[in-house]
C-alpha cells in the first residue's frame, strides 16, 4: 500500500460522502452539509500531504523527535482551524467537517484491508 492507492481510494469515499452529504442537505434545505464536508476533505488531504512530507524529512534526515512533535503540532492546529471555521462560519457545518477528516483514514483502512496487510 502506498499513498498513490489511497488517494486514489480516497477520491472514491469523496464521491461517495458527497452525494450522501447532497442528500442530507437537500432533506435539511442547509447546503452547509455538504460544504462542512469538502471543507474537512480538503483540510484532510492537506495534513495527508504533510504527513508524506514529513516521514520524507524524517527518513531523510534522520530528525530528532522534536521535528515529528513540531509537525504533530502543527497537524492539530491545522485540524482545530478546520473546526474553528466550522464554528464560526454559517456556510460550513461542524459534521460535514469531522466526516471530511475521515475520509483519509478511511481509505487508508481499506486500503489495508483490500490487500491484507500487504503491498499488492
Known amino acids: 500500500m502506498n499513498e498513490k492507492n489511497v ?6 469515499l469523496l ?3 458527497s452525494v450522501i452529504f447532497l442528500v442530507i442537505s437537500c432533506i435539511t434545505k442547509d447546503i452547509s452539509f455538504l460544504l ?15 504527513i508524506i ?3 520524507d524529512v524524517m527518513l531523510e534526515m534522520n530528525t530528532s523527535t522534536i521535528i515529528v ?8 492546529l491545522i ?13 460550513f457545518h461542524i459534521v460535514g467537517v469531522f466526516f471530511g477528516y475521515m475520509v483519509t483514514k478511511l481509505s487508508i483502512y481499506l486500503e489495508g484491508y483490500k490487500h491484507k ?4
Open 7 to 12: 488517494i486514489k481510494s480516497s477520491y472514491l
Open 53 to 55: 512530507k514529513m516521514c
Open 117 to 120: 496487510g500487504g503491498d499488492a
Open 69 to 76: 512533535v513540531i509537525m504533530n503540532i502543527l497537524k492539530l
Open 36 to 50: 462542512g464536508y469538502l471543507l474537512g476533505y480538503m483540510i484532510n488531504w492537506i495534513i495527508f500531504q504533510l
Open 15 to 17: 464521491i461517495i460522502g
Open 79 to 91: 485540524y482545530a482551524v478546520g473546526f474553528i471555521i466550522a464554528v464560526k462560519s454559517k456556510y
